[in-house]
């Protein structure tokens, strides 16, 4: 039986060997995108082995049975060499029982993962399983996805193209047509796709903690109402149950009669009362309730829409706040597949211009594509520093200059980024890079801001937007309106100063 000692010792052995390992593998060249998923598939392995070394370190140090430390009063007792000889007969009698018995020292296994990671086998190149259409974490498969979401109510149908281009820019669907199942199920399916694919692609990423990261910024702008999205309620006067009205200057049904239908309307309306039917039974039904409190009042007088109001809305807000929250896990795992969603994007165009037989002849190399060690050497003749077409070779120049490719745009938004030609640099708003830096500002990445570069023009114009917002904001004090005994009306500044002076 091995002792504690020794299991210590083992895990701090597997431990060393295990960093050691993780070390080579990351310097490792790697020659193609595959090769760098499978390491870093690799590394993952080797980093949770090292992490249930360390829990096992961790639980023995603690010694919570005390066991540990019995152990090493044994050895540095008074009868350390008794202890010492029985641990020598148990050793004898192990081998006496096991005389075949071959110890494996544990570097022969670190030897062997670094000649299969020298001369891959075909199980090791293929660690992870994708979909023929994301060609080993290159490209998106997001048809699934695609087709949840033209299937939503009121939503814009749109081509696969445009979808994989603005599949993030959820701000853009109006608020009242996320309130429903069809687009929560859309929600969860995208947010599912994008997880497993993360975790395909980049598996040192740590879901959890990109979660908890993801929430801490989320509610400060759900409480402060700035989620892209979703803005936050504002309260108006028609939002309110109605306004009150004094009826101590009133001694009959006859006298609130001549104040109107829509004046009693309100009033009745603000007690929460029924405020249907003639003249006459809303002037009636407001009288009776003078000098009474809402509870001395009949049940029956009470609209029945009332109960349970309150309850409903805290149940919508909470559904929205949860929908709210998926998004922003949306927005942030799709900053992540930024450049497989490009390539996506960039494969369907040039797919879509080919023939048949020139796809059929694509997906053979693609299949017997394999990175050659002279690559190098073979360097393609471009003086003009042109980009590289579909087939790696160089685009004629007078295509280069028709699509504007000899103008530089540049970005101070994305980290100085240069996006060659207008069609790049307008279509990069919409995409990963942009959409980071802005949220990076703490700016939505509105229609407001589009062809905004500059970051100090960036900022400037989200102050003045929440300025515009905050004076076009309902304001009580000021709006809204409360009418005396006498039928003057005054706002509600004015009637609390009147009121509070006794002069009402």
């Not at 029982?97 to 086998?121: C, G, Q, T, W």
């Not at 240069?418 to 990963?432: C, D, I, L, S």
Request: aromatic share 8%; proline share 4%.
């Amino acid at each position: 039986m091995e002792t504690l000692l020794e299991q210590q010792r083992r895990s701090h052995e597997e431990r060393e060997r295990l960093m050691d390992a993780m070390s080579k593998e990351i310097l490792h060249k790697k020659s193609s995108a595959r090769d760098q998923i499978n390491s870093d598939h690799r590394v993952r392995l080797l980093l949770d082995r090292s992490m249930e070394d360390a829990a096992t370190l961790r639980d023995l140090y603690e010694d919570k049975d005390g066991l540990r430390k019995e152990e090493i009063q044994a050895l540095s007792g008074p009868n350390e060499f008794q202890e010492f000889y029985n641990r020598l007969k148990v050793i004898k009698e192990f081998h006496r029982k096991h005389p075949n018995e071959i110890s494996i020292p544990m570097s022969v296994e670190f030897e062997e993962l670094s000649k299969a990671r020298d001369n891959p086998s075909e199980e090791m190149n293929t660690i992870v399983e994708f979909t023929d259409e994301e060609g080993y974490g290159k490209y998106l498969d997001m048809h699934e996805c695609y087709y949840k979401y033209i299937n939503i109510k009121g939503v814009e149908k749109i081509d696969y193209i445009t979808y994989l281009q603005t599949f993030d820019r959820l701000f853009d669907i109006a608020k009242e047509r996320k309130l429903n199942a069809d687009y929560r199920r859309y929600i969860e399916t995208l947010l599912e796709y994008l997880q497993i694919y993360t975790t395909k692609i980049k598996p040192l990423i740590d879901l959890a903690d990109e979660v908890d990261a993801i929430e801490k910024d989320f509610q400060p702008q759900w409480d402060a109402g700035i989620f892209p999205g979703w803005p936050k309620e504002t309260t108006s006067a028609l939002t309110h149950a109605g306004a009150h009205l004094d009826l101590s200057a009133f001694s009959s049904p006859e006298e609130l009669a001549s104040l109107g239908l829509d004046r009693l309307k309100s009033a009745l309306m603000a007690l929460g009362l029924k405020c249907g039917g003639t003249l006459e039974e809303r002037a009636q039904r407001l009288f009776s309730s003078k000098g009474k409190s809402l509870d001395e009042l009949d049940p029956n007088m009470f609209a029945k829409n009332k109960p349970g109001k309150a309850g409903r809305n805290k149940d919508n807000t909470e559904k929205q706040k949860d929908i709210a929250f998926l998004e922003a896990q949306v927005y942030r795992l799709s900053e992540h597949v930024g450049e497989q969603r490009l390539s996506t994007v960039e494969n369907i165009q040039r797919k879509q211009a080919r023939t048949d037989t020139e796809r059929e002849e694509e997906e053979e190399e693609t299949f017997s594509e394999s990175e050659s060690e002279d690559e190098e050497d073979d360097v393609i003749y471009n003086p003009k520093n042109l980009p590289l077409g579909w087939d790696g070779k160089p685009i004629p120049y007078w295509l280069y200059k028709l699509h504007g490719l000899n103008i530089s745009y540049s970005c101070e938004i994305c980290g100085n980024h240069t996006f060659r030609g207008p069609k790049a640099f307008q279509r990069h708003f919409a995409e990963w890079r942009h959409a980071h830096g802005m949220r990076c500002l703490g700016i939505p990445n509105t229609a407001h801001f589009a062809n905004v570069t500059l970051i100090e023009d960036a900022v400037a114009l989200w102050q003045k937007l929440k300025n515009n917002k905050q004076t076009e904001r309902w304001q009580p004090e000021t709006e809204e309106e409360f009418e005396d005994s006498s039928g003057n009306v005054v706002n509600k500044k004015t009637f609390d100063d009147l009121k509070r002076q006794g002069l009402l």
